[in-house]
């Protein structure tokens, strides 16, 4: 019997991609898998056109928040229910090629790494590659993620039989990255495949690419998520926004 494999997603009025990120999903080469949606109250027609791709597929699994939340609620909420023995994490507008759960398992079972992540594609909105590839490192630890998050929510996979259950920390902006940090407080690395498993869209309103509007969650999250002093979160915050440049520079 092969391990079930637990798709995260948050879905908020979404419909113009979320058929496209389902159906990359239904794509994979490895096809034990769930894949939880929850909806973080959309006004659009996300609710339809998921319901509608689950009535044809039962591994695809519709939940609606009761109130909106933001992601890490509904993040931690398909977490909570999730049933597979690994935790995947796919965004609503993003994509995944049809290889990168098998060569994912692959690697974390031959290596016995407990925690991965790839590099991915970056496109605009209609799917043309306006930056280059975003290449990972070979091994993250908790310190360097503090400078720069390079384990996206689009590639990273975790053995929730080695590490159990973590959920985000409850804040609207950068909770992915505390929850990496929360695996990385027990392990030593998390380890990186540098060949592209995914496609990221970088959306033109999107708040992740204006770095300056960022600083201030940046700041936040270092002093009352991780509690580091005044310090120590300045020189992190100085290392982020210079990797945050470079990142996006090309």
Known sequence: MEDIVSIITPVYNAEKFIQDTITSVQNQSYQHW????????????????????????PRIKYFKLDKNGGPAVARNKAIELAE????AFLDADDLWFEFHLKASLDVMKINNHAFVFASYKRSNENLEFVYSDFVVPE??????????????????????????????????????????????????????????????????????????????YQWEFYRKVERLSVFSSLYYLVLWTYFGYKKYKN
């Open 139 to 216: 091994n993250v630890s908790y310190t360097d993620i503090l400078k720069s998050n390079s384990i996206s929510c689009l590639t990273a996979v975790v053995d929730t039989h080695v590490l159990g259950k973590k959920y985000m920390p409850l804040i609207r902006k950068r909770q992915d990255m505390g929850l990496w940090l929360k695996y990385l407080k027990e392990i030593k690395y998390a380890y990186g495949i540098q060949k592209p498993h995914a496609i990221y869209r970088i959306r033109e309103n999107s708040l992740s690419r204006n770095k300056y509007r960022l600083i201030k």
């Open 84 to 87: 597979g023995r690994y935790l």
């Open 34 to 57: 769930e894949h939880l949606l929850v909806d973080d109250c959309s006004s659009d027609n996300s609710q339809n056109i998921i319901e509608e791709l689950a009535r044809k597929d």
